[in-house]
């Protein structure tokens, strides 16, 4: 087979280096400092206007106080908690800010086991992650928090006796821990549309498998949005319905962008 032949048909991605199991743990332990070090300027910046930036994250929380007539207030245990609920917000902050590179460093330890043509994606690739990444944090933000929160405390009051009464004191820990893991789990389950898209784009799957699949990932849905949301029907439904509408939308996706299978020839004339 001659050097050009070869080179018509290869047998894995162009320009492809064989890499140990070690050499792609240091890949990725490059890959993962890089991506630490780009939330370093995030942070600061978030750091910055941290008061603000805390006061916007409690808006929702805030708002079902009044709604319900609790009074407004966040309490603390330690003396440190404030200093570390700020690093939580800017934490939080500066992974939305840096999310770009962070996406951008994911795709350049992918991308050396990928062909040129699947190269092209890289800039798609982020930008896609990006916008689905925020997207989802500003969903859970605006439509689950202000549900959740409103349910959880609306199981407060008092009890039928009348004599006794559950009143909310909201830590400022745990109501952080709380509201960031909702807030990451949300800008994760947006990030289907744009993993699904990918392997559909590599030809690792194509739609007619992932329409076949599409039942259990009802079930999958479903277990997801139990365990990651507030337990009420409401929010569950608010993270399984996008779920299942994201899932639907990636086949659609995986149809127009997936690599199309060359047609078999027909078997020869008996």
Same mark, same amino acid.
């Given at each position: 087979?001659?050097?050009?032949?070869?080179?018509?048909?290869?047998?894995?991605?162009?320009?492809?280096?064989?890499?140990?199991?070690?050499?792609? +743990?240091?890949?990725?332990?490059?890959?993962?400092?890089?991506?630490?070090?780009?939330? =370093?300027?995030?942070?600061?910046?978030?750091?910055?206007?941290?008061?603000?930036?805390?006061?916007?994250?409690?808006?929702?929380?805030?708002?079902?106080?009044?709604?319900?007539?609790?009074?407004?207030?966040?309490?603390?245990?330690?003396?440190?908690?404030?200093?570390?609920?700020?690093?939580?917000?800017?934490?939080?902050?500066? %992974?939305? +800010?840096?999310?770009?590179?962070?996406?951008?460093?994911?795709?350049?330890?992918?991308?050396?086991?990928?062909?040129?043509?699947?190269?092209?994606?890289?800039?798609?690739? %982020?930008?896609?992650?990006? =916008?689905?990444?925020?997207?989802?944090?500003?969903?859970?933000?605006?439509? +689950?928090?202000?549900?959740?929160?409103?349910?959880?405390?609306?199981?407060?009051?008092?009890?039928?006796?009348?004599?006794?009464?559950?009143?909310?004191?909201?830590?400022?820990?745990?109501?952080?821990?709380?509201?960031?893991?909702?807030?990451?789990?949300?800008?994760?389950?947006?990030?289907?549309?744009?993993?699904?898209?990918?392997?559909?784009?590599?030809? +690792?799957?194509?739609?007619?498998?992932?329409?076949?699949?599409?039942?259990?990932?009802?079930? #999958?849905?479903? %277990?997801?949005?139990?365990?990651?949301?507030?337990?009420? =029907?409401?929010?569950?439904?608010?993270?399984?319905?996008?779920? #299942?509408?994201?899932?639907?939308?990636?086949?659609?996706?995986?149809?127009?962008?997936?690599?199309?299978?060359?047609?078999?020839?027909?078997?020869?004339?008996?």
């Amino acid at each position: 087979m001659t050097a050009e032949t070869h080179a018509e048909s290869p047998k894995g991605p162009e320009d492809d280096v064989a890499m140990g199991f070690f050499d792609h +743990i240091g890949e990725l332990r490059k890959r993962a400092i890089r991506a630490v070090i780009g939330l =370093v300027p995030g942070i600061v910046i978030a750091w910055a206007y941290k008061e603000y930036l805390l006061d916007l994250f409690t808006r929702p929380l805030v708002d079902a106080f009044q709604r319900l007539g609790f009074a407004q207030t966040l309490h603390f245990k330690s003396l440190t908690d404030p200093f570390m609920a700020y690093m939580k917000i800017s934490l939080i902050s500066g %992974v939305l +800010i840096a999310s770009p590179w962070i996406f951008w460093q994911i795709w350049q330890f992918i991308a050396p086991g990928l062909y040129r043509r699947e190269r092209r994606l890289a800039l798609p690739f %982020v930008l896609a992650s990006t =916008v689905c990444f925020a997207g989802g944090a500003v969903f859970g933000y605006l439509i +689950i928090f202000p549900m959740g929160f409103e349910t959880l405390l609306g199981l407060a009051g008092p009890l039928p006796s009348g004599e006794m009464r559950l009143v909310p004191t909201i830590m400022i820990d745990d109501f952080l821990t709380f509201a960031t893991r909702l807030l990451l789990a949300f800008g994760l389950v947006f990030e289907v549309p744009v993993v699904v898209t990918f392997l559909a784009a590599a030809g +690792i799957v194509d739609w007619k498998q992932l329409l076949r699949f599409g039942r259990w990932w009802v079930v #999958i849905a479903a %277990v997801l949005a139990a365990i990651l949301t507030p337990p009420d =029907v409401g929010s569950m439904l608010m993270m399984l319905i996008p779920l #299942i509408l994201l899932y639907y939308m990636s086949v659609g996706l995986a149809f127009f962008f997936g690599t199309k299978k060359p047609r078999e020839p027909d078997p020869p004339p008996a």
